[in-house]
């Protein structure tokens, strides 16, 4: 069993930073794949970042590409979201999920685990 917990979140001016971090227990993290996903009033969820296992392997959505990056310390058990540039699009509730592999990370349907998420809140 992994428990994720978001945290970071807040409200910021546009062009600004933040940094999402997602803390996770149990002794299993580091054989997760994580993602990052937010969601914006009205709208379905959808996916940001993931990073594999391991760390080598990464992918984001187009529209954060170039602004956000993914990262994680296992030895922390922590993946973090760190975002740059922030437009007020970016509005959202922000959640951390896992998978067993890294396999289909921009498919919500097949995580194992998310967090409650931290908003995030983008003022123009």
């Known amino acids: 069993q992994v428990q994720l917990v978001e945290s970071g979140g807040g409200l910021v001016q546009a062009g600004g930073s933040l940094k999402l971090s997602c803390a996770a227990s149990?002794?299993?993290?580091?054989?997760?794949?994580m993602g990052w996903w937010r969601q914006a009033p009205g709208k379905e969820r959808e996916f940001v970042a993931a990073?594999?296992?391991?760390?080598?392997?990464?992918e984001y959505a187009d529209s954060v590409k170039g602004r956000f990056t993914i990262s994680r310390d296992n030895a922390k058990n922590t993946v973090y979201l760190q975002m740059n540039s922030l437009k007020p699009e970016d509005t959202a509730v922000y959640y951390c999920?896992?998978?067993?592999?890294?396999?289909?990370?921009?498919?919500?349907?097949?995580?194992?685990?998310w967090g409650r998420g931290t908003q995030v809140t983008v003022s123009s």
């Open positions: 990073i594999s296992a391991s760390g080598g392997s990464i």
């Open positions: 999920g896992g998978r067993s592999v890294y396999y289909r990370m921009t498919s919500g349907s097949d995580y194992n685990y």
């Open positions: 149990g002794r299993t993290f580091s054989r997760y794949a």
